[in-house]
């Protein structure tokens, strides 16, 4: 049986059927389908299209077809053109011809939109916890290291010496602005289009918000045009998922560079690595590594969703059937990634002392500069003079904390500081008290001001 054999003649071409067909991927909305359907049928109830012998059929029937889905008994047949069709099929095997009358003022523009924004309603807060499940093992790392140093870097350059906590927790931040944006998509799908039909509304007095609010949906859309092609709901959850996926990749990168022999930083468990085929030696960061590619992925399905809205003609039109596999992938993709990435990173080896030793005495010199400050020199002639005596260390093969205060006083004439003070790992740390600064009482600040994001928000 097909939703539209009547102006037909003869049958579809098997492979342009196939082609045609979205049963594969949108089988994923057969339960928001069966609930859309259960609602829109109370509706035409009340309007009197359905007497109450009928609604109870197609309720009974509806609710028959949710259970077969529920215990993943519903047998999907070669007809099924996709979700839609499928549900209606099976609606007409349980009560007959009664199930006709439940598409009335509806259509599959208006449904398939209801859906898709039913199921991102349900999956989203799922994905928002898996980034809080991360985020809180971010965290955790952070209380956990709060006492180790390490350099930062900018160009991957050592710059100035860090806690690794304050390393941990930047990746905590751009983790919550993810949660946010898809706070915000949230509302965007929390939009009902059915009511709109296919393209110009519908002639029957469908009560929208009350059908909106039974739906649990926040408001209802205002252009039927408009409501059956909007698809910027799934763009943006597209966007979210692939910065999402971005912020993920940046740790990896970084953990894949400092797991090198070369770094040493950290030391990945057995349980998320992999070896070599070939090279006996080898262990290797697979988990990171796909982290990473796998951002490439969700850029890209972002990429094809923005392609394919960019030049369609409003309003419904058969390009936006690809929508669902996009959004889906790249739900999937976060959720495979982000459980096993929190366990992981809850796993590396930390070498204390490795972070230690690349603290060199170079990444003192901007401390030096603000010493010179502090005894009144400008800021710009202080890093010019500190700059120089780097360059004299640099000739004579030291280091910058070897320089003696006569090297000193040669280049600032009666300057009498003592120098040594400041290469030290922790009085550089301590001296960044500013929020957000990396000295120890702010990074406890920020771990409070984290956990308080997590317990908001749920
Ligand atoms: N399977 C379709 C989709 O996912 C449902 C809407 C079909 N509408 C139509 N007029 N053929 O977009």
Redesign the pocket.
């Known amino acids: 049986m097909s939703l539209?054999g009547g102006r037909f003649q003869g049958t579809s071409d098997a492979d342009a059927w196939k082609l045609n067909?979205?049963i594969d991927f949108?089988q994923r909305l057969a339960k928001q389908d069966v609930t859309g359907s259960i609602a829109w049928a109370q509706q035409l109830h009340e309007i009197g299209i359905l007497n109450m012998v009928e609604y109870k059929d197609i309720h009974s029937g509806l609710t028959h077809i949710l259970n077969e889905f529920e215990n993943l008994t519903f047998q999907y047949q070669p007809v099924d053109?996709?979700?839609?069709s499928a549900v209606e099929r099976r609606l007409y095997e349980i009560i007959g011809a009664t199930a006709g009358k439940l598409h009335t003022g509806r259509?599959?523009?208006d449904?398939?939109?209801t859906d898709?924004r039913l199921w991102l309603l349900e999956a989203i807060p799922g994905l928002i916890n898996a980034i809080r499940q991360f985020q809180m093992q971010l965290v955790k790392r952070a209380e956990q290291d709060i006492d180790l140093v390490m350099p930062s870097y900018t160009h991957l350059q050592r710059a100035q010496p860090v806690l690794l906590s304050h390393w941990w927790l930047s990746f905590f931040w751009p983790l919550e602005r993810d949660i946010q944006r898809l706070f915000f998509t949230l509302q965007e799908c929390g939009s009902m289009p059915l009511g709109s039909g296919?393209a110009a509304g519908t002639s029957f007095p469908i009560i929208r918000n009350e059908l909106a609010s039974q739906l649990g949906f926040t408001g209802i859309s205002q252009n039927s045009l408009d409501a059956v092609s909007d698809r910027d709901f799934a763009a943006q959850f597209l966007f979210d998922a692939a910065l999402c996926g971005v912020h993920l990749s940046k740790l990896s990168e970084q953990v894949v560079l400092f797991s090198t022999a070369e770094f040493g930083f950290f030391a990945l468990d057995d349980a998320f690595s992999t070896g070599s085929s070939l090279m006996p030696q080898k262990k290797n960061p697979d988990v990171f590594e796909l982290t990473r590619g796998k951002a490439g992925n969700l850029l890209g399905l972002l990429t094809g969703l923005m392609t394919t809205l960019k030049g369609l003609p409003s309003t419904?039109d058969?390009d936006?059937?690809e929508?669902?596999q996009a959004v889906f992938q790249a739900f999937d993709i976060l959720m495979a990634v982000l459980p096993v990435l929190t366990k992981a990173v809850a796993s590396l080896s930390v070498f204390p002392e490795k972070l230690r030793a690349a603290i060199d005495p170079s990444v003192f010199a901007t401390d030096l500069a603000d010493l010179l400050v502090k005894a009144g020199i400008p800021f710009r002639e202080a890093h010019t003079l500190v700059g120089n005596a780097v360059k004299i260390s640099l000739e004579s093969g030291r280091g910058i904390h070897q320089l003696t205060l006569t090297e000193w006083q040669n280049l600032i004439p009666g300057i009498d500081l003592d120098f040594s003070t400041v290469f030290s790992p922790e009085v550089s740390i301590s001296t960044k008290t500013v929020v957000g600064g990396t000295a120890p009482q702010a990074v406890l600040e920020q771990i409070s001001t984290a956990r308080r994001c997590l317990q908001e928000l749920k």
């Not at 053109?81 to 839609?84: A, F, G």
């Open positions: 539209w067909a979205s949108d053109e996709d979700i839609h259509s599959r523009n449904q398939v939109s898709f296919a419904y058969k936006l059937q929508d669902k």
